[in-house]
């Protein structure tokens, strides 16, 4: 039976590569998973006030299909939040969604076309290529500068008459790169000279570690930038699926777009009632538990880029957010590629990462990804098996 040529290039590196590890399971092999960022997985858990505002959500019978644009009362804690942070926003400007990865497919349905061009920076996160592609359209990285701002003249020069958007991750997966206030500034004043979309995630704004975070919102001014986050991460929320976009109240370039977005929300009906309920809670309530993950999560970053450069044949550079190091390996003549080299590792070891190439070939070749999420003896072990694969390997 004929199925559609446009999932063709539907990929997601970080999940295909499991099958390689349940294999290797039924071998009677144990992984040692460092692929896939769920912190909720590890020692981060959901905090009891939002997992009690989700159950009561559930025993006051808020179980029923809600407005397609999101709770009201949620609308209104994302714009205190974001408005925070520095973004011009109304709840009118702000769309609830299953998360971010809803809401970035929405967007991108809205704005791609076929031949159009968006542009990311690379390495990517995965879903960024695997919807433009969906939609018809052609992903194109440009070049980050090793002191982690964007290299201009590259990202210029790749503007074309069909390119439509230019998209962020700030700090970025896989990279754990965080653009500071410049960086961003830059970014915006290339978008608007070329009217262009600025689509930005800010899914990791809570977990940076050495500087302090600028959001978006802070150098927007009238600039067409859309905004999108969640719960996922900051609120140990990964299963419940929310999160939302939020159109920069200042933009003249957004109507269309904004009129067509909800369109898309209305035919998939609304996001799930009482994990917004829940959501709520989780801007409103405590906050001390980002505090905690921030400080056990640095301490676990320290501890493996140390490893990782004490090691033959890899550097890494030191991330200042989320929870991803990008390692390069030299893949010399002991391996052909980067997934070559992820597929021996856990075949001889069981230690399960990511390809690089999995997260865009241009940048991310010759490069691997570690979830340093596990606790630090997990990760000791890990680092220890990894380092004997290496010396072996070199032998
Ligand atoms: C940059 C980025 N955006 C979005 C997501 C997915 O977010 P959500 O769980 O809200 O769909 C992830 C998950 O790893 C991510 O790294």
Redesign the pocket.
Known sequence: MKVSDRTNGVEYAIRDIILHARKYESNGGQVIYLNI?DPVKYDFKTPDHIKSALINAVKDNKNYYTDSEGLPELKKAVTEKESQKGMSVTEDDVLITN????G?DMILASIVDPNSEVLMSGPY?P?YSSYVKFYGGKPVEFRINEDGRPDLEDLISKITPRTRAICI?SP??PTGEVFDRKSLQQLIDVAAEHNLYIIT?E??DKIVFDDQFTGIGKVSKDAPVIL?N????SYLM?GW???YVCFNSNASGLDELRKNVPKLARVRISSNLPVQVAAVEALRGPQTHIIDMVEKLRKRRDYIVKRLNAMEGISCRIPHG?FYVFPKVNLDRYWEDDQQFVLDLLSKTGVLTVQGSGFGKAFGSSHFRIVYLPKEEVLEQAMDKLEFFMHESYK
Do not use: H, Q
């Open positions: 960022g998360g971010v990865s809803e970035l996160y879903p991750i970025n997966n995630d899914i990791y999108l969640g719960f996922s991460k990964t699926r929310c999160g989320a």
